[in-house]
């Protein structure tokens, strides 16, 4: 993922995180740097169609997410009413590693600087599991399901990454795990290499109101994200091939709009090589793209500028 320079929703460089072209800490808010909130509301999962369905919400004044979860397949229903929070995704830390570690190096995959990249990227493999999450909006909510196992995960925001208190919390897994019934998706997206160069593998059609199965079969120790951009009407392929050249070769967005509505992305955050997710996100029909902000693990190159972008119809 990357940040975007100077709106509030999309930073700079990877995004590889979405994340920064610039040093700019994030959204500038006073709730930015406020350490997350937590209800009672949140902290127990519902039953829905024999799914364990987790709530978490954003706010101005922080995040509320869920504190336990049984183990097996769960999904993470995600929304805000903050136009600057939003990108909520879940990491497994590797035992005795703190937030602050792996913030540490997430930061230096953020700087959109080669060396720091391949540095930051080396570092989070020994760190944390990235397993996705979703990027949302006040008024595009989104869920996304997978498995998880016993032990301890954090949520946190990709927008509060900078702020001096980064919007996180725990979750602990724990109990017996369910046989819940999972979304039944329309179509599986699948990012992999094809001739040592990045593609999106469209197997099936996307529809409006079913799940997009997101799949991460990228060589081992490359994450990759898949946010979606409807496109307007008028809007051609060799627009958006425009857009993508004038990114920088490590992954800095241009200087000027192009035809993606970077305030309206939603889509899967960053995920390990071999990891998996169903999201259930706001389509609607028309045209979208498909993109990837991260940059490769090995030389800090722009996945997106390499043509992992894809333009598909959503039905």
Do not use: C
Not at 48 to 60: K, P
Not at 102 to 109: G, N, P
Not at 128 to 155: C, D, K, M, Q
Not at 212 to 230: D, K, L, S, T, W
């Amino acid at each position: 993922m990357r940040w975007k320079r100077t709106r509030h929703t999309w930073a700079a460089t990877a995004t590889g995180a979405l994340l920064a072209l610039t040093a700019t800490a994030g959204p500038g808010t006073a709730a930015a740097a406020q350490p997350a909130a937590r209800s009672a509301v949140t902290q127990s999962a519902a039953e829905e169609q024999g799914r364990q369905v987790l709530e978490i919400r954003s706010s101005v004044d922080g995040m509320d997410a869920p504190a336990t979860a049984r183990p097996g397949q769960v999904t993470f229903r995600v929304s805000t009413t903050d136009p600057a929070s939003g990108w909520i995704s879940l990491v497994r830390p590797k035992p005795g590693v703190t937030f602050a570690d792996f913030r540490s190096s997430l930061l230096k995959i953020i700087n959109a600087v080669g060396p720091d990249i391949v540095e930051g990227s080396a570092e989070i493999q020994q760190k944390a599991e990235l397993l996705g999450g979703t990027v949302i909006h006040p008024n595009l909510p989104a869920s996304f399901t997978r498995t998880v196992e016993p032990g301890t995960y954090w949520f946190f925001d990709y927008q509060h990454i900078r702020a001096e208190n980064p919007r996180h919390s725990v979750l602990t897994v724990s109990g017996t795990a369910g046989t819940a019934a999972k979304p039944t998706p329309a179509a599986t997206l699948t990012g992999k290499l094809v001739d040592g160069q990045p593609y999106w593998d469209l197997d099936g059609t996307v529809q409006a109101g079913h799940a997009v199965r997101f799949r991460n079969a990228m060589p081992a120790g490359q994450n990759i994200e898949a946010i979606f951009f409807r496109l307007a009407e008028d809007t051609t392929e060799e627009d958006v091939r425009a857009y993508v050249d004038d990114f920088g070769d490590t992954g800095a967005f241009p200087d000027y709009p192009g035809p993606l509505d970077l305030d309206q992305g939603t889509g899967g955050l960053p995920m390990n090589s071999g990891e998996t997710s169903l999201l259930e996100l706001t389509f609607q029909p028309g045209r979208y793209v498909v993109v990837d902000f991260f940059s490769d693990a090995k030389d800090g190159s722009s996945l997106i500028k390499r043509g992992h972008w894809k333009i598909f119809e959503v039905k």
